[in-house]
Each structure stands twice: as C-alpha cells, then as structure tokens.
C-alpha cells in the first residue's frame, strides 16, 4: 500500500466483503479494511461497530464506504449508527448491502431491516448505492453436509423458481460502485435465470457426480435440519425468506449485472462445478 487508501471496507471477511476486496485487488484499487482484531500482517484497521469512537477514527479520509455487517439480530442499530458515523465523517458515498424485495410492512424480518437501513441511508445526506441481491448461491453450501449425507437437496418452496446470484457478482458491482465518480442508486441483483430447487439439485448431480435429489419439506422440517447450524432466531428468519421465495416474489431477472459490468452474471451451474466437493458422496 503506497498510498492512504480512501475505500473503506466492512465486512471484509464476510461473503461479500472478501468477494468486494477481491474485485478491488483485481483492479489494483487501495482499500482499508475493517476488523475488530487485526493481525500484525494484514493491513486492516482496528474498529468494532459497537465501539462509535474506534469507527470515526477509522473513517478519518474516507471517500467511499462498503457496509455490511454479520447477520445478528443488532445488525439494523449497527448499520443505523456507522451511516450517522459516516455522514458525520465526511463520507461522499456509502455502498450499503440491502436484499430484494426490501420494503417496510413486509412479513420477512430480514427484508423490514434492510428497507429501515435503507430508509435511514437515504435520509441521511449521504450519496447512496443500494445493491439489493437475491438468494446468495453461496448459500446452498449450508446444507453442503445434509447434500453429501443424505443426497437430498432439502427445503419448503415447491415448484417456485428463485434467481440466485453468485456473491462474486455482488463483490464486482460493490468494486465498481466505490469507485464510481456517481452512486448508482438501487440496484436489484439477480442471476441470469431463474430456477427451481429441482433445477438446482439437477446441476448439483451434475457437477458432483453424485445423484442429488430436490425433497419439498415442511417448514417445520427444514427448520429443524439447521438447528445446530444456525442460532434459532436467524433460522426463524430464514423461514420466512422461504415463504417469501415460495410465493415467487424471488423469481424475476434483472439486468443489473450485464448492464453493469459488461457481461453475463455467473450461472448456478458454474457455481456447481466450482464447489462441486462441497456437495459430492464420500
């Protein structure tokens, strides 16, 4: 790093946050990271989101922001207070990870959250690109274990298609918005297709090489199978991003990626052949 960097990265560990500072080491673009505990080797700064002085300090000549923050249940208060932070810092332009289908009244938890932090970032004076990604494929490597265990490919949403997105096409559009001289707005984030989860398991045996079966379960049940796995309250909430997905309000294609970045957005079965171990019989 030859230079101050003026990106600022949260989440930088997470999906998207490694998938953002991916692009911009592509693109030979400085950034700052945030972390709570650096290590002596990397280059990221000391910050903790609950820690209002160490987050102003690390905003000090910051241009661009990227936020993220992990999924717990203060995750809407955290995000409120950085965007107030960063105003108050000086920030130009905040590159804030929403959802699709984002709105106020609605029944998902998660989609109430993201449209609370969306409403307070656009309020806040800030210039705002809000990129509203559907379903991660990434996300299918949660149930990687029951996949490879069971060959089933569990969840409660029938025959309805959802058009997930690779998190590497989130991380490319989150580069270039930070590096954009203008913020781009809302931007709706989908695959190039929109597919059923028989589809799905259909390109994971593909990939694998290994027969994966799609199984229509109850919510209850799925509910069940990530007990363990995941903190109950965050199950709950997956729960009802199912129900949401399941009355097809996840099924439409955007532009977004092509417009954006040139090309195609990346296919499931791309995403299948890359972790095709993941999900493969041992």
């Known amino acids: 790093m030859t230079t101050t960097p003026t990106i600022f990265l949260t989440g930088a560990t997470g999906a998207t946050g490694r998938a953002t500072a991916a692009a911009l080491t592509a693109r030979g673009i400085p950034f700052r990271p945030m972390s709570r505990h650096p290590s002596t080797e990397d280059f990221a700064v000391r910050a903790d989101l609950d820690d209002a002085a160490s987050v102003r300090t690390a905003l000090d000549g910051v241009r661009a922001a990227y936020l993220v923050t992990p999924s717990t249940q203060n995750a809407e208060d955290q995000q ?13 332009h905040l590159v804030l990870l929403s959802q699709l289908g984002s709105v106020i009244d609605s029944p998902v938890r998660f989609l109430r959250y993201h449209a609370a932090v969306e409403q307070h970032a656009f309020a806040s004076g800030l210039a705002i690109t809000a990129l509203r990604p559907n379903l991660f494929m990434q996300g299918m490597l949660a149930v990687s274990n029951i996949v490879r265990s069971a060959r089933i490919l569990p969840a409660p949403i029938g ?13 490319d559009i989150a580069a270039a ?47 069940e199978m990530l007990t363990g796995i995941l903190p109950a309250w ?49």
């Open 80 to 92: 409120k207070r950085f965007i107030d932070l960063a105003a108050e810092a000086g920030v130009r």
């Open 159 to 171: 025959n309805a298609r959802v058009s997930l997105i690779d998190v590497q096409d989130i991380g």
């Open 177 to 223: 918005a930070l590096t954009s001289d203008t913020p781009l707005g809302i931007q709706t984030l989908t695959g190039p297709e929109s597919l059923t989860h028989l589809e799905l398991a259909e390109s994971l045996s593909e990939a694998s090489g290994t027969e994966v079966r799609f199984e229509d379960i109850p919510p209850h049940k799925f509910g």
């Open 234 to 282: 965050q199950v709950e909430g997956l729960l009802e991003d199912y129900a949401h997905y399941a009355r097809g309000e996840a099924a439409a294609v955007s532009s977004a990626v092509p417009d954006l970045l040139g090309r195609p957005a990346r296919s499931f079965r791309d995403f299948a052949r890359e972790n095709s171990s993941a999900f493969r019989s041992e």
